[in-house]
């Protein structure tokens, strides 16, 4: 299990864990303070990243270390962790109510409202985390030519979510100040910063997926779709036909290359049963 699982997770998942999405931890002023100004100033995520390319021209011994202390104060604020489809489901169970928004990421990046975001609540009727949304002075989130926060059912917003997988998007939730669990994304490369800075930029703001992706080497023919899809560049550089292998060190475990893969051959395994990568979580 991940890091955050031995300290948040009392033996299981951290983010099946439901004492992570209680309401009473959005009492913390800090952590309101920090929603609040994360929100209002999406232009953060634009001048983030023009420092990270910035960096990137730096020797190595000295990027390594710049890049802990990132990768470290994330993980006290705002770090994630890529799930599968499945433990998706099991997250939406845990809560009670849910609201879909505007991708603070594709309002910076592409300049227009696309909803791969879900804020998630304990409290019913689009409490808690919704309702801290929906006072947040942020045009782009409520703004009068958006749709707003949209409250749907669980089983609504899980339809959604598969269908952003068929699009590549890669799930993954999202803490607001650890351990507060709030936000669930639906992210690919370009748009997504933080997988810009975590694959492109190689600093790491989410873990790894509690699995890795595993080819059946006699369901595969070799049709490629898996290497198009996968945004980790997990799957070894391969010629035309030749069957799919997944580089164990480059794979999150996100499950999409699932999805595309017509002929069902591959699924995921735990973390835990590849030896190479089992302790690998960064």
Known sequence: MCDFCHQHGEGKKWYLNANN?????????????????????????AKGERALTALDVMPDFLWRGVRKKITAKQQVKHFGQVVPIEDIERILALTTSVVRLACICRHVSVGKEERYC????????????????????????VGP?????????????????????????????????TPFLAGICNCSLPACYAMKTTVT??????????????????????????????????????????????????????????????????????????????????
């Open 118 to 141: 879900f804020g998630v609540s304990m409290e019913p009727n689009g409490g808690g985390i919704a309702k801290l949304l929906g006072e947040i002075d942020a045009s782009y989130l």
């Open 201 to 282: 930029h190689k600093s790491p703001v989410f873990f790894r997926g509690e699995y890795i992706a595993q080819v059946d080497a006699e369901k595969c023919n070799g049709c490629g779709q898996c290497v198009k899809v996968c945004s980790f560049k997990a799957f070894r550089p391969r010629k035309k036909k030749d069957k799919a292998e997944v580089r164990a060190l480059k794979c999150y475990g996100c499950g999409i290359c699932r999805s595309a893969c017509a002929r069902g051959a591959i699924t995921l395994v735990d973390r835990a049963a590849v030896p190479e990568a089992a302790s690998l979580w960064l």
């Open 21 to 45: 999405y209680a309401e009473d931890l959005l009492s913390d002023l800090r952590r309101k303070r920090f929603i609040t100004r994360f929100f209002e100033d999406p232009g953060h995520l």
């Open 145 to 177: 030519h958006t749709a707003g926060l949209e409250s749907m059912s669980k089983k609504e917003a899980l339809a959604h979510i598969r269908e952003s997988e068929h699009e590549g998007n890669c799930h993954t939730v999202w803490t607001l100040v």
